[in-house]
């Protein structure tokens, strides 16, 4: 599925000295975009699923910052860079306190490294991730529907982990009562929120779209979801 913050911030701080300083708790968020926004208002930026940089360039002190970072949050980014320098000397406490009780992961970059390597590098290992998740999905697809095709899956699967004689389990889950066709964000926003409840089970499956229903294929994915379920309720 798509990069994670945690998985995407993986070597940030080696290679870029970027650190997390709060929110460490939302770092399994899945990041679908990377956005510079140094406006206040933020709702006209962003869709959801975006890890948002900032320098403060257009703004004065930092009182702006816990009314921007709630902007965020409430309209669905994963994350905060603050790229600390002469606009942003220094993060304030009470901001740090409010992204870990809210669990909205914050950052800071030094000023001395530009934003746009960072950005430029995100950008392109998220791009990447997503061909690859739909070079899998397809993969699977033609597994599921023409077998008889295994000269165009097989090894594209097995690169991916998941090996020819192995047992896997096929769950489509179909949405009810929707009055309306699902957008291509709105099914991404959705399978986002069906691979984060995965994670938490250690599944490994592929997720992919089909009409109005998301197909999940895994090992033993049944048995998990189960004991998943039996485990919250």
Same mark, same amino acid.
């Given at each position: 599925?798509?990069?994670?913050?945690?998985?995407?911030?993986?070597?940030?701080?080696?290679?870029?000295?970027?650190?997390?300083?709060?929110?460490e708790e939302g770092m399994d968020n899945v990041v679908r975009w990377v956005h510079i926004i140094e406006d206040v208002e933020v709702s006209?930026?962003?869709?959801?699923?975006?890890?948002?940089?900032?320098?403060?360039?257009?703004?004065?002190?930092?009182?702006?910052?816990?009314?921007?970072?709630?902007?965020l949050l409430r309209h669905g980014a994963v994350g905060l860079v603050v790229n600390l320098g002469p606009y942003i000397e220094k993060v304030p406490p009470q901001?740090?306190?409010?992204?870990?009780?809210?669990?909205?992961?914050?950052?800071?970059?030094?000023?001395?490294?530009h934003i746009i390597d960072v950005t430029y590098d995100f950008c392109h290992r998220i791009i990447q991730s997503e061909k690859h998740e739909r070079s899998i999905a397809?993969?699977? &697809?033609?597994? $599921? !529907?023409?077998? /008889?095709?295994?000269?165009?899956?097989? @090894?594209i699967l097995q690169r991916a982990g998941f090996q020819e004689n192995g047992r896997y389990q096929v769950m489509l889950l179909q949405l009810q009562g929707n009055e309306h066709q699902l957008t291509d964000l709105e099914w991404e926003q959705?399978?986002?929120?069906?691979?984060?409840?995965?994670?938490?089970?250690?599944? &490994?499956?592929? $997720? !992919?779209?089909? /009409?109005?229903?998301?197909?999940?294929? @895994?090992?033993?994915t049944r048995e998990k979801l189960r004991q998943y379920v039996e485990q919250v309720s």
């Amino acid at each position: 599925m798509a990069l994670t913050l945690s998985q995407l911030c993986v070597n940030a701080e080696k290679t870029y000295q970027m650190k997390l300083i709060a929110g460490e708790e939302g770092m399994d968020n899945v990041v679908r975009w990377v956005h510079i926004i140094e406006d206040v208002e933020v709702s006209h930026f962003i869709e959801g699923q975006e890890l948002v940089f900032t320098t403060g360039i257009a703004q004065h002190g930092v009182n702006w910052l816990m009314p921007y970072v709630e902007q965020l949050l409430r309209h669905g980014a994963v994350g905060l860079v603050v790229n600390l320098g002469p606009y942003i000397e220094k993060v304030p406490p009470q901001l740090i306190v409010w992204c870990n009780t809210h669990a909205f992961p914050l950052l800071v970059l030094p000023w001395s490294v530009h934003i746009i390597d960072v950005t430029y590098d995100f950008c392109h290992r998220i791009i990447q991730s997503e061909k690859h998740e739909r070079s899998i999905a397809s993969a699977f &697809s033609t597994w $599921i !529907f023409a077998p /008889e095709k295994g000269e165009s899956y097989t @090894g594209i699967l097995q690169r991916a982990g998941f090996q020819e004689n192995g047992r896997y389990q096929v769950m489509l889950l179909q949405l009810q009562g929707n009055e309306h066709q699902l957008t291509d964000l709105e099914w991404e926003q959705l399978q986002f929120r069906v691979y984060r409840v995965l994670r938490k089970t250690h599944l &490994s499956v592929c $997720i !992919f779209r089909l /009409e109005q229903s998301i197909c999940l294929v @895994g090992q033993n994915t049944r048995e998990k979801l189960r004991q998943y379920v039996e485990q919250v309720s």
